[in-house]
């Protein structure tokens, strides 16, 4: 029962069906992507008996560099040699870095960061593991894709934990390929509780989880103001006592199906550095409603002023928020540049490692990054990273105006 794979196996984990020349299984860490490579490496190798010959003779296995390959993909506890049942389970030549079966079908194992040892070679299928993680990841596969030449129907399989790198981008948008997709959960049954628990509490919600546990390819677009190594390098379990702490509103200019939402972020500073503590943003909210939801925010955090941009409504607002609550601390402030532009000296903030991350920001951060230099590339209006540059620069780059009113 061990060794029938397919009769346990998570759907990730098989093959898809259908014409396909390289089948990407991407997952979470953990997902079960190693174990899933090494068993289509034995559904292609073995016969019906031990020495019966199976559909390949011919497999490369190619990893980030010789050890991993070595220690993970022919070694490791999900490696080709633990799934293999004692009467098929190949031997090891580690002169030769190759695996050779009962039958006599053979593995050889390759470093990607070596693509012409690939040079020569020919092969009727491969496995190729952590193609994300390749330094020199387009010059190997296509060393590889060279040598998949034996046989009439030459494949390969990818398993890997997504990152936006042009040898996955392209391989994904190929139509030979077939992609299954799981979450770090999808293994459950096979990973410590624990660890799962700690993980979730840890990056739920970040850039970071999503790419390492949710199995997602998370994008940068060129010219971004924020790419996803500047958020993650703001992480922040706890914020200390704060200085001053703002609550920033980007109103929606209505509330219909479809509107854009009313961005609200809450900031605060200490010691110069800046906190983004709380992304409390309401979509498709009544202006009453998106109101009462600011008072109670900065009643929430014991906020030292709201600000809004006036553009749209100032009086109205300012009316609004004084209907909830007479005392509220209250600015306007006023856009007098494109988005783009006033988001830059804020981003240039965390360029210098000026603000930190809360948890708990996943959507915000899903529009800082698709912010760029262009403007936003994302759909809608960057509700939330407006509220974000208004609380930001009211903490952080204030310059003297008007009283009352504030121009970015």
């Known amino acids: ?55 390949c003779r011919r497999v490369a296995l190619v990893g980030e560099t010789y050890e991993q390959a070595r220690d993970v993909m022919v070694f490791g506890e999900s490696g080709i040699l633990a799934c293999s049942p004692p009467d098929r389970r190949p031997r090891w030549e ?23 040892a690939m040079r020569g070679p020919q092969f009727d299928a491969a496995w190729c593991d952590e193609l994300a993680k390749w330094r020199k990841g387009r010059e190997a596969f296509d060393m590889l894709r060279f040598a998949l030449r034996l046989g009439g129907d030459p494949r390969c399989v990818v398993t890997t934990t997504p990152r936006p790198v042009p040898v996955l981008k392209e391989l994904l948008a190929r139509p030979s390929t077939a992609v ?26 970040t850039r970071l989880g999503r790419q390492e546990l949710d199995g ?26 704060l200085e001053r702490v703002v609550v920033a ?33 309401v ?21 030292d002023r709201v600000v809004a941009e006036a553009n749209q409504g100032g009086e109205m607002i300012e009316a609004l928020l004084r209907g909830e609550d007479r005392t509220v601390p209250y600015r306007s402030v006023h856009a007098s540049r494109a988005k783009s532009s006033r988001a830059e000296p804020v981003a ?9 991350h ?11 990054g698709l912010m760029t230099v262009r403007g936003f590339e994302g759909h809608g209006s960057p509700d939330r990273v407006d509220a974000l540059v208004w609380a930001l620069g009211e903490l952080m780059l204030r310059r003297p105006g008007r009283p009352g009113v504030r121009t970015l």
């Open 1 to 55: 029962m061990p060794f029938l794979f397919e009769l346990w196996a998570g759907r990730h984990q098989l093959p898809p069906r259908g014409e396909w020349l390289t089948w990407v299984c991407l997952g979470g860490r953990g997902a079960g992507k190693t174990r899933a490579g090494s068993e289509w490496v034995r559904w292609q190798v073995e016969g019906a008996r031990p020495l019966d010959r199976g559909r």
């Open 94 to 116: 580690a002169v030769r870095r190759r695996l050779v079966w009962p039958n006599g079908a053979e593995a050889r194992v390759f470093s990607a960061s070596d693509p012409e």
């Open 180 to 205: 299954t997709r799981a979450r770090t959960e999808a293994n459950a049954a096979f990973l410590a509780p624990s660890f799962l628990r700690e993980v979730r509490a840890r990056y739920e919600g």
């Open 216 to 241: 997602e390819l998370i994008e940068t677009p060129d010219g971004a103001l924020w790419p996803v190594e500047l958020i993650e390098a703001a992480r922040c379990p706890d914020a200390p006592e």
């Open 249 to 281: 509103v980007d109103p929606a200019a209505t509330s219909k199906h479809g509107s854009d939402a009313c961005g609200i972020v809450v900031c605060g500073v200490a010691e110069g550095i800046g906190y983004v503590l709380e992304d409390a943003t």
């Open 283 to 303: 979509q498709r909210a009544s202006p009453g409603v998106w109101a009462r939801r600011v008072v109670e925010v900065a009643r929430k955090w014991s906020a």
């Open 348 to 356: 240039a903030l965390y360029e210098r490692g000026l603000v930190r």
């Open 358 to 368: 809360a948890a708990g920001l996943k959507a915000l951060e899903a529009q800082m």
